[in-house]
């Protein structure tokens, strides 16, 4: 499976009879959990100007739509951790700002402290924030 632009790549290999091998199933099964919890992160978005970085060691994917700017955890940095996004720079944002950050969940969403500078954003991933998927996690962040 790879992730790039908002694009997502998944194989499946049907044996010979035509069934598709439970691992396979478990696989596409939670991409489908995924995308409930996160799907304004895919659809209806456009690439961003890069499509991803590696981030603070932890690998990170970029859409975005109309006001808001997703970073995609491939890795999970882990809880209290500040990242730096050295790709969120401020003339790739057209001249507008980051208003607020979000790390999307299923229950309830969570604020995150962060500082956008010239050489790229600092973002503070919470403390005591509940993730549903060990897939990806996600931050919006919402652009003024």
């Known amino acids: 499976m790879a992730f790039n632009n908002g694009r997502l790549l998944l194989n499946l290999s049907p044996m010979a009879d035509g069934t598709i091998p439970k691992d396979q199933q478990d696989v596409v099964q939670n991409v489908g959990v995924w995308l409930w919890s996160y799907g304004e992160t895919i659809y209806g978005t456009r690439p961003y100007v890069v499509s991803g970085e590696e981030a603070s060691g932890c690998e990170v994917r970029y859409t975005q739509k109309e006001d808001a ?76």
């Open 69 to 144: 700017l997703y970073a995609i955890f491939l890795d999970w940095p882990g809880q209290g951790v500040t990242v730096e996004l050295k790709e969120i720079l401020p003339e790739r944002l057209d001249g507008r700002t980051i208003r607020k950050a979000t790390l999307l969940s299923v229950k309830k969403n969570y604020d995150c402290p962060f500082t956008q500078q010239a050489d790229g954003l600092r973002l503070t991933i919470p403390q005591n924030g509940r993730y549903p998927s060990d897939a990806a996690q996600v931050v919006r962040l919402e652009l003024e």
